[in-house]
């Protein structure tokens, strides 16, 4: 089972363990600001069963930025560890920031995402969001698509 919980700066190690082993092309800056904010982190966590006194595992996170007028809220990185993969740890994080964008009151959402990746194209677009604008030489690697989904009041 998933939970999805604000990050902590406690959570750092496994994040950026986790955000070196996933991301082609990460944000470390703003990862090491995020659990004292404005940036919103939030890290999907799953119980450990059979210890007594066994302590969450960090198994993803997402980290989020707000526009100056809070109109957007981009979604500069989502990772889940590769192990962790397929079992609903993404959609949650991605549910949970939804309804934090929600809540301040944000009118969008949105994510660059690899021309290439249809994995990570496909994962967006079948939770609602759609092709903006392609962004050539966004990545160091290549072109970007720009993904939004509306966040309907």
């Not at 990746?117 to 072109?143: T, V």
Request: charged share 35%.
């Amino acid at each position: 089972m998933t939970r999805v919980r604000p990050g902590e700066t406690v959570d750092l190690p496994a994040l950026r363990a986790i955000q070196t082993t996933v991301l082609a092309e990460q944000w470390d800056e703003l990862l090491a600001v995020a659990p004292d904010g404005p940036p919103i982190l939030l890290v999907a966590e799953t119980e450990r069963t059979g210890a007594v006194d066994a302590a969450d595992t960090p198994v993803g996170y997402a980290l989020a930025v707000t526009d100056g007028d809070d109109e957007a809220c981009y979604l500069a990185e989502l990772a889940v560890a590769p192990d962790s993969q397929g079992e609903g740890h993404g959609s949650a994080l991605l549910d949970a920031l939804t309804e934090r964008c929600r809540e301040i009151g944000v009118d969008d959402l949105r994510v660059t995402v690899r021309e290439v990746d249809d994995r990570a194209r496909e994962f967006y677009e079948e939770r609602g969001f759609e092709r903006r604008e392609r962004l050539p030489d966004h990545y160091e690697s290549g072109d970007g698509l720009l993904l939004v989904r509306e966040l309907p009041e």
